[in-house]
């Protein structure tokens, strides 16, 4: 996603040259996920807090030292995620012009210290709260659905 937080139907055309081709970092999502990634939030959003506060538990246990990152009681953590995975949702609907924002706000998680690892273990840590808020929902397309939206943010965020 760094030209354009890039969301298609289609995956890359292979006929397009490799230096035309489209940055390996731009988030390709097909309709059917985005649909799959909404579906599921909408299942979990009216219990989000308790979600959130789900997420950073196992966070945390992944990974104590991330804990002294993070300001503040878990409640309050558990309110700015819910506040960032609602973004995350809006900006589905969007095909260009996230990835400036995203870039600027993975400078800003350099500078607190958050290196590529924690993208990869919050990644487990938010599929692992899915899982268990979702039950027999999160099947293997919504499961995919999420791992690729997540290394794609990953990607442009840590790259
Ligand atoms: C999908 C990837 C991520 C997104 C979209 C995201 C989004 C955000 C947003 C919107 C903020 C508030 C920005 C601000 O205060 O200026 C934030 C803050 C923060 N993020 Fe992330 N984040 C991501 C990944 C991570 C990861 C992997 C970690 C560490 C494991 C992390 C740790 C933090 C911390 C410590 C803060 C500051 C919280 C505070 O105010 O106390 N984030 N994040």
């Known amino acids: 996603m760094p ?60 990974d104590p030292g991330l804990r002294k990152k993070f300001d503040g009681p878990v409640e309050m953590q558990a309110r700015k995620f819910s506040a ?26 350099r500078q607190m210290g958050i290196r590529a690892r924690h993208y990869r273990t919050m990644s487990r840590a938010l599929v692992w709260t899915l899982e268990r808020s979702l039950d027999k929902s999160f099947d293997r397309d919504t499961r995919d659905a999420w791992t690729t939206m997540l290394a794609q943010f990953t990607k442009v965020m840590s790259g």
């Open 3 to 62: 030209a354009a937080l890039h969301v298609s139907d289609a995956a890359p055309k292979k006929t397009v040259s490799r230096a035309k081709r489209a940055p390996s970092k731009d988030l390709h999502l097909t309709t059917e996920q985005k649909r799959l990634i909404l579906n599921s939030f909408v299942r979990i959003e009216p219990a989000l807090d308790l979600v959130a506060q789900l997420f950073f538990l196992k966070l945390f246990r992944l």
């Open 84 to 109: 960032g995975a609602k973004l995350a949702m809006i900006s589905l609907g969007h095909e260009d012009g996230l990835a400036p924002t995203l870039k600027l706000l993975g400078t800003r998680h």
